[in-house]
């Protein structure tokens, strides 16, 4: 990590951009510096070194050293200690939040849908999805949106949440009770849908449900009941599946998934899936004429 990308992170947590320019000079220096040298390293200006260095003494993160003569230096805290101290106040505000914040919350007026648009959007929102459930988690999506959610999926788990897990393709490091979808290949189911469709529903409460294409991703978060009922039902319904599956013979249950018209019918309608999610429900995608 570069010394911006430590300033960046350092803004993050809330020092101001001199307050972090300041500190990771002096934690460089590794010995007492007085404002000008601060400001020399670090980019500060001088008019305001003084005053940032102040600011970096009140949060505790330097202290002043007195060298005689009325000279004054300032050392930084160890980084070590400056983050535990900053874990403890974060810590902190969020057990506050999480007791006051939801006393300040009105009832909901209306139930929220709102557009995801790109990869990143809809993994985040999916991890905050992951990160509030309390009671029962269900996920459904390929390996490769699925591992960045095991984190926050793990740490529900060991606080209680009943975690649910459909993957299509094989995963070494499965969390909750995972289904490895065997109906068809991730292949064929890909082909089938015409995206990675993932879906996360916590609490019944809300859900993301998105495709990914490549790079490409589109989808939804929502707290409507009636769609999320539907998410978890989705993600259930393929795991009753499965358990079924599991009480046939293996060649009894390939040649009904293979040969079945009925089965055959519902599988027919390659790709609308995810050309309903791409469109966000705009414009219907084409269908082909019964006969």
């Known amino acids: 990590m570069s010394q911006q990308s430590v300033i960046d992170e350092l803004g993050r947590l809330g020092m101001s951009g001199y307050e972090a320019k300041a500190y990771v000079a002096l934690v460089a220096a590794g010995t007492p510096l007085n404002g000008y040298e601060v400001a020399k390293r670090s980019g500060v200006p001088r008019s305001t070194v003084y005053e940032t260095l102040g600011k970096l003494v009140g949060r505790g993160a330097a202290y002043e050293v007195h060298a005689g003569e009325g000279s004054v230096g300032y050392l930084s805290l160890p980084p070590a200690s400056l983050l535990e101290r900053m874990r403890r106040e974060f810590d902190a505000s969020m057990d506050a939040l999480n007791t006051e914040l939801p006393r300040l919350a009105a009832p909901p007026q209306v139930r929220i849908v709102h557009n995801l648009t790109d990869r990143d959007s809809l993994l985040a929102r999916a991890g905050d999805v992951v990160g509030a459930a309390r009671n029962d988690l269900f996920l459904s999506g390929w390996p490769a949106e699925l591992t960045p959610l095991k984190a926050a999926a793990r740490r529900a788990e060991t606080e209680g949440v009943d975690v649910s897990v459909v993957s299509f393709g094989e995963d070494p490091e499965p969390v909750g009770t995972t289904t490895v979808h065997r109906f068809s290949s991730p292949e064929v189911a890909l082909e089938n849908l015409g995206c990675r469709l993932l879906v996360v529903a916590a609490d019944r409460e809300q859900a993301v449900i998105g495709g990914v294409v490549g790079d490409d991703a589109w989808g939804v978060f929502t707290d409507d009941p009636a769609v999320v009922l539907v998410a978890v039902e989705y993600v259930r319904h393929?795991?009753?599946?499965?358990?079924?599956?599991?009480?046939?013979?293996?060649?009894?249950f390939e040649t009904f998934w293979a040969n079945d018209p009925a089965i055959a019918r519902l599988r027919a309608d390659h790709g609308i899936p995810a050309a309903l999610l791409k469109l966000g429900g705009h414009e219907a995608p084409a269908r082909r004429r019964r006969r």
């Open 238 to 252: 393929d795991i009753a599946m499965h358990l079924i599956a599991e009480k046939l013979a293996p060649e009894d």
